[in-house]
């Protein structure tokens, strides 16, 4: 699927200011993939598709999470992460994205997982560190991704848990592996 047409697909299921977004994860996602050698292409619809579910309602979210057999600890947690698994499902359904790279980096993009790919980890982080972010921290992960994908993520992974905990909130186990998992490889 071309830039366009995706980005057409896309806009129809986001408010305004989420198209926006997309938009900047698309073009930081880009810049990743060309910095650290991953599939360009792949990256850029990974990018347009991230939040593909966001603004669906959370009822049918949660009818997919069960009816596919999702991680059912998903529904223990906040609902926020539901858009991404449901996300991957129904850009295969609906916008008929087949390749399991690009499902995978969609799936992901809010949680990680232990063994990110480098699609995964470029779409991770351009969702973290795309232009239209402001919060304390962003400004120090975007520095590092010019330098050192990994770093940047452990870092961006580490201010989310940090982020959760002190508003007390759980935070999904994935999420931990990922940090574990990351910074043990670093």
Same mark, same amino acid.
């Given at each position: 699927?071309d830039?366009?047409?995706?980005?057409?697909?896309?806009?129809?299921?986001?408010?305004?200011?989420?198209?926006?977004?997309t938009?900047?994860?698309?073009?930081?996602?880009?810049? *990743?993939?060309?910095?650290?050698?991953? #599939?360009?292409?792949?990256? $850029?619809?990974?990018? /347009?598709?991230?939040?593909?579910?966001?603004f669906? !309602?959370?009822?049918?979210m949660?009818s997919? /999470?069960? $009816?596919?057999?999702?991680e059912?600890?998903?529904l223990?947690?906040n609902?926020?992460?539901?858009?991404a698994?449901?996300?991957?499902? *129904?850009?295969e359904?609906?916008?008929? /994205? &087949?390749? !399991?790279?690009?499902?995978?980096?969609?799936r992901y993009?809010?949680?990680?997982?232990?063994?990110m790919t *480098?699609? #995964?980890? /470029?779409?991770?982080?351009? #969702?973290?560190?795309?232009?239209?972010?402001?919060?304390?921290?962003v400004? $120090?992960?975007?520095?590092?991704?010019?330098m +050192?994908?990994?770093?940047? *993520?452990?870092?961006s992974? &580490? +201010?989310?848990i940090?982020f959760?905990?002190?508003?007390n909130? !759980?935070?999904?186990p994935?999420?931990?592996?990922?940090? +574990? #998992?990351?910074a043990?490889k670093l």
């Amino acid at each position: 699927m071309d830039r366009e047409t995706a980005l057409a697909v896309v806009k129809e299921q986001l408010t305004d200011h989420r198209y926006v977004h997309t938009v900047g994860v698309m073009e930081t996602a880009i810049k *990743l993939a060309d910095r650290y050698g991953a #599939d360009r292409k792949k990256a $850029e619809l990974a990018a /347009i598709f991230h939040d593909y579910a966001k603004f669906r !309602p959370k009822d049918e979210m949660k009818s997919i /999470i069960e $009816e596919q057999h999702m991680e059912k600890a998903l529904l223990e947690f906040n609902s926020e992460l539901w858009h991404a698994p449901v996300g991957a499902y *129904l850009v295969e359904k609906e916008a008929g /994205i &087949k390749d !399991p790279e690009i499902l995978d980096a969609i799936r992901y993009h809010t949680s990680g997982r232990v063994g990110m790919t *480098l699609l #995964d980890k /470029i779409i991770y982080l351009a #969702d973290y560190i795309e232009p239209g972010r402001h919060f304390p921290g962003v400004d $120090e992960v975007r520095e590092m991704a010019k330098m +050192n994908l990994d770093q940047a *993520l452990v870092q961006s992974v &580490k +201010n989310t848990i940090v982020f959760l905990m002190k508003k007390n909130q !759980p935070v999904y186990p994935d999420t931990f592996y990922t940090y +574990n #998992d990351l910074a043990n490889k670093l």
